[in-house]
């Protein structure tokens, strides 16, 4: 009994011992806080020799930082002189978190950040603010392809319109390892030196909800240029080195070596393999220690009555121990067993306990024994584990891999499919799969196709290819470029995304046409029309270099604005149709070709207060479809609008009353055709041609589409898919391969039929 209440007390002592040690842990913290004391003092001297008053908020944390330090070392004295890798985790962890709450310290005496929550938070997003985009895959390929590479990191940012016309550059994500305050203070720096022009004001919303820096600039003020130049002189965009270079074995002895992702790979599953190898003996070696243990003890079990005998009649252990191996022919570590082994293992269960053990055990000494004697066994318990990692610590990307100009291999990833953009009157544009709308009779209420905020609705509708060139044609006459596919891709109701984020806009201009363009051809022209009636004709290749920053497509007056622009061939016919409900057709040959920066000439003349709303080209369509804002419309047979010379007056297309309202839009169409119409509240219907009346010119037509009251139809436009046939009651059939085919055909042989 004696020993058996010796033993538990060694057992208790062992495992306090096994505890952490406190005092050392306080020991070292106290050194790593003087040595934070010092990095403060550095601050200090800093800010003292710019001449800033903020030195003093770093002084007394500098004393904060000293009593808590000399504290800690107090704490410590006498502390012994070993550290256990459970202590190494305590003093990391505290550290964190200590050094965390004294650098949050000069932010909230200063007065700049009002709670000790928010500071703290604040100081914490300095160290662990990541996410941002990561533009282009160039750099991680080189990466992965030869150890080396250059990664570009952009924060994530959004430019906002503030209702009285200004704008505002919000940041919502930093590059990895980017100091929001040292950004801020940086900003700051460059509009002070006035090295950008056009900040007016620079404010922090973050937040335990997340980080917002706003950013607001003047009136005139290109927010796309501001944000370029903030990218350019900040670490808004950032560039990582990358270098993959490991310690691997050569010979007898470890090397340093750059690796590319196969070699790391290579080298990692090799040390797995050691490592599940080694643990695998160790496991195996301790296994058959204690099953040894357990062969002994079942032994005894069985001649419990001699042992016992033998013990009692044993003067002390030893000779005890002796006379067991040499009885039950059992080695040192069996007899040593037995010898301690207490009075329960008497017991049934306890019996039961012992062979259900050893049972176990002689299970894993199996299986350890095939692991080792087959590779194929080992590698399967490496994939295992590795399937565990990742199930366990696996994650969504955080930091999103966007589009770099650079990046010239970016455009063969992009597949070449059909698709749908949308833009609206504020300037939200989005790219959407061609099956999310589905093909309704006439009369119907529609689908929700866009969450649109006050005052907004969808303006621009058009069907086109991710590698089609999309040409944007502002109110000023300028043109921007862009492929389809670098507009970001959004769902059926989703609102999209600022046009301004992706082309340099001039302030006070905005988008009015939107053409898709395949290729710049010879032989091609780009015919243009204003709302005061001019026409333009131009060579396609003088837009085939478009900048940046947007290229002069035509000279307007100030009161004139761009409305249309159509791809042709010189063979087609010219209609233009204004709000009044007139119309004028006339050959494309009468308007001559001139350069871009050219006004063009006299293609209607209107009458005052009149304006053109829409131009179409005869060989878009067998009728001419007119709907007005109320929702009424008609299509008109092409033959009853005959060709006359360009300037006139036109004829009556459409009859005005107060039930239709002015003419909203027209298009070319046949039979087969479908069309997109499109409410101020977002709503999007889509009809077939084939069921809406064929009428005179002079009519109002029927109605198209029901409108609740204060609603109007905001924009009209043509599907250029043909659907396979009409259905009942508002449902749809799913475009197939042959209408997608259909759709390819008819964008490379005609471009400007895309709308």
Known sequence: MEEYISDNSLYIRSKNNSMINRKMIGRVLGMLLFIELGMFLLCAGVSAGYGESDYKYFLYTC??????????????????????????????????????????????????????????????????????????RRGIEEAYRTGRGKIRVRAVSNIETLPNGKSRIIVTELPYLVNKARLIEKIAELVRDKKIDGITDL??????????????????????????????HTQLQDTFGVIMLCVVPQGDSLVPKVLNLKELLEHYLAHQEDVVTRRTKYDLNKAQERAHILEGLLKALDNIDEVIRIIRAARNVQIAKQELMDRFELTDVQAQAIVDMRLRALTGLEREKLEAEYAELEEKIRKFLAILADRNLLLRVVREEILAIADKYGDERRTAIGYDVYDLSTEDLIPRENTVITMTKLGYIKRMTVDNFRSQNRGGRGIKGMQTIDDDYIEELLMTTTHHYLMFFTNTGRVYRLKAYEIPEAGRTARGTAIVNLLQLMPGERITSVIPMRKFEEGKYLVMATKAGLVKKTPMEEYANVRKTGLVAITLRDDDELIEVKATDDTKDIMLVTKDGMCIRFKETDVRSTGRSSMGVRGMNLDPGDEVVAMQLNSQGDYLLV????????????????????????????????????????KAVNEENEIMMITTEGIIIRITCAGISILGRITSGVKLINLDEGVTVASLAKVREKAEGNTENGSSEEPTEETEEVFEEEDSQDTNDAE
């Open 627 to 666: 709907v007005s804002e109320n929702g009424m419309g008609k299509r008109t047979a092409m033959s009853e609008f005959t060709c006359q010379n360009r300037g006139g007056k036109g004829v009556k297309c459409y009859k005005i009353t107060e039930k239709t309202g002015n003419v909203i839009g027209a």
């Open 203 to 232: 404010n922090d919303h973050s937040s335990r909800e997340g980080m917002r820096i706003c950013i607001d600039l003047r009136k005139d003020a290109n927010a796309n240029v501001v944000l370029n130049q903030l990218y350019k």
């Open 63 to 136: 004393i904060i930082n000293a009593v808590v330090g000399g504290l800690l070392l107090l704490y410590g004295r006498g502390a012994e002189n070993k550290m256990s890798r459970r202590d190494g985790y305590c003093v990391v962890t505290l550290s964190w978190v200590f050094f965390t709450f004294f650098g949050m310290l000069p932010f909230y005496f200063s007065g700049s950040i009002d709670t000790i929550t928010n500071a703290f938070f604040e100081t914490m997003s300095g160290f662990t603010t990541t996410g941002a985009t990561i533009l282009g």
